[in-house]
């Protein structure tokens, strides 16, 4: 499934990019939460990491708020729109279940709609794989479309690039519980006009400061 989202996301580079310009403007709730994780950052100088950062425009946003940004994602194509985009930021081509990073280097991460491609059963070693990079008491956010029930969790959809599932955000809260984060809060909100009819989920979350 990685090879085919990649080039997938390679192909549609140049279209997603002019989908998404704009796009933290059109939902306010979205800017909300991402200052409430930029608040939640605690640390002097660390990094933290946009997974699934597409061309940028998160990555750009957070440095506005004051935070040392990187993005990672698995398409080189968008990467080089990032680039394009915000060329004094930094960009990386990187898979967010396998992180090129140190252990407890990250300060945060954030991963919107970058999960919404991974089957329900790889998640928990992705985020096993994200205890492992952060920080004790780094801060996680995490979006993405939310399915009616647990019984949905997992149920494809039609994404305009590539399959995508939809998530149940209790059944993603208990994995990221399962793999050691705490202060689980999630949100969910109902679908705007023009959005497709299925409703969003935002979980913040934090890694323990002691053993899982």
Do not use: N
Request: hydrophobic share 45%.
């Amino acid at each position: 499934m990685t090879d085919e989202v990649r080039d997938a996301y390679d192909a549609r580079a140049a279209d997603y990019t002019a989908f998404v310009v704009g796009a933290l403007d059109r939902v306010p709730g979205d800017k909300e939460s991402l200052a409430v994780f930029a608040e939640r950052v605690d640390c002097d100088g660390c990094v933290v990491a946009d997974l699934g950062c597409g061309p940028g425009y998160v990555v750009d946003h957070l440095r506005g708020l004051g935070v040392q940004a990187v993005g990672y994602d698995i398409s080189a194509a968008l990467i080089a729109e990032a680039r394009r985009a915000v060329p004094d930021a930094d960009f990386h081509v990187g898979d967010l279940g396998a992180l090129d990073v140190a252990d407890a280097s990250l300060g945060g991460i954030v991963a919107r709609y970058s999960l919404i491609h991974t089957l329900p059963s790889m998640l928990g070693g992705i985020f096993d794989e994200w205890m492992r990079a952060l920080e004790p008491g780094a801060p996680v956010l995490v979006s993405f479309f939310a399915s009616s029930s647990p019984e949905a969790h997992g149920t494809p959809f039609d994404h305009a690039v590539v399959t995508a599932y939809e998530l149940c955000p209790a059944s993603v809260a208990r994995q990221l519980g399962d793999a050691g984060f705490i202060d689980v809060d999630v949100l969910v909100r109902d679908p705007r006009d023009g959005e497709r009819p299925l409703q969003h989920a935002t979980i913040h979350a934090a890694k323990s400061v002691g053993p899982a």
